[in-house]
């Protein structure tokens, strides 16, 4: 392969190992900024709103917070009845959301979807020819500067 294998170029040993440490202490760092707002949530899901609290602007956050946890039930009892038990089913379901919730975080921080956009519109709207071309092959150069 040019670039490398599936899973990382064979020469970087470690390299996995890094990747894993960068983004658990990128949890870490995302949890730690967004403590405040955290227990802001947990202490309106389970007391109300007070007065001078700031809300949510489409939904409560009481209500965000039981359906977050009513959503994670049913992925977890999902597991459970497709024959888990009850931690092998807890764990995976959680890892998958604190990964989604870095991968998100990380898309909103870099900008990675509005490059993609930028890339698909200009290779569609300049050049109706490359349509039949990956859009991988054709923004490589574009993404990577």
């Given at each position: 392969m040019i670039i490398g294998s599936w899973t990382g170029d064979p020469i970087i040993y470690g390299q996995m190992d890094q990747r894993s440490g960068g983004l658990f202490a990128?949890?870490?760092i995302v949890l730690w900024v967004g403590r405040a707002h955290g227990w802001l949530v947990i202490?309106?899901?389970?007391?109300?709103?007070k007065?001078?609290?700031?809300k949510g602007r489409y939904l409560s956050y009481s209500t965000a917070f039981w359906v977050l946890v009513l959503c994670v039930g049913v992925m977890v009892g999902w597991m459970v009845l497709a024959g888990g038990d009850w931690l092998g089913s807890i764990v995976?379901?959680?890892l998958l959301l604190a990964f989604?919730?870095?991968i998100a975080r990380i898309i909103a921080e870099t900008g990675l979807v509005t490059r993609v956009?930028?890339?698909?519109?200009s290779k569609t709207l300049a050049n109706p020819v490359l349509d039949g071309v990956c859009a991988?092959?054709?923004c490589r150069d574009f993404l990577t500067d």
């Open positions: 990128f949890g870490l202490k309106q899901a389970f007391r109300g709103e007065a001078c609290e700031p995976p379901v959680l989604f919730m870095l956009f930028e890339c698909n519109a991988s092959d054709y």
